[in-house]
């Protein structure tokens, strides 16, 4: 079955990357969502696309000024207790050119202590079965890989030759592979089933087309990252075979 993550939430719904679109995107059926994780200068989690702000970068911000400033920027561990039970990918900004980069990695070191604070607290591992960490950075999954070998990780990729981003993903040890829709072109199946040969689940983004994601499904794509998670559910529920609803 072909999983419907919800882009930044059901983000023609309500804000993207805020509680209301996660909560839209769930209430509309979607598998899960994805989102976009930043850190405050005094080490809280919180979810927002861009590190730049009218007020200065995040990481330059504490929580309580995001908090004051930019209200509807959630922590991550709220935005985890609004898609518990359900999927959520977890995607690190983290690049050399994107503001408030660390090469030290504190986002990545900070996502696994919160999941592993949450599992203690839940005494259970069920929530962490259902979290995905990704970036488009390699070094950044590889640090959680290092750090919590039990968390699914998956490289975000944009353009070049996508079987090469299927190997290096393989050769790092991680669960996934996130390519953009354009990378895959008329090659899907071949591109799907050299990705599941070697243990990898394909996670396409961003695809909003119904054809196109109807088309990826047949393909055996694990999963689509959409802005419009109602389109793709609708889609996904009229052809045959693949959902099982």
Known sequence: MTL?????GANRRAPENTLAAFRAA?????????????????????????????????????????AQRLPD???????????AGRVVNVEIKN??????????ETVADLVVELLAARR????????????????FHLPTIDR???????????????????HDAIRVTADHGHTAVHPAASMLGDDADALVDAAHALGLRV???TVNDAEEIVRLARAGIDAVITDVPDVALTALERAPRLRGR
């Open 4 to 8: 419907v993550l919800a882009h930044r």
């Open 26 to 66: 769930l209430e509309l059926g979607a598998d899960g969502v994805e989102l976009d994780v930043h850190r405050t200068r005094d080490g809280v989690l919180v979810v927002r696309h861009d590190g730049d702000t009218p007020f200065g970068d995040l990481a330059a911000l504490t929580r309580s000024e995001v």
């Open 73 to 83: 920027v959630p922590t991550l561990a709220d935005a985890l207790d609004v898609g």
């Open 95 to 104: 690049l050399p050119h994107q503001p408030g980069f660390d090469p030290d």
């Open 120 to 135: 203690v607290a839940r005494s259970g591992e069920a929530e962490l079965e259902r979290v995905l960490v990704s970036s």
């Open 144 to 162: 959680v890989r290092v750090l919590d070998p039990r968390i699914d990780t998956a490289w975000l990729s944009y353009g070049g030759d996508p």
């Open 203 to 205: 996670n396409v983004w």
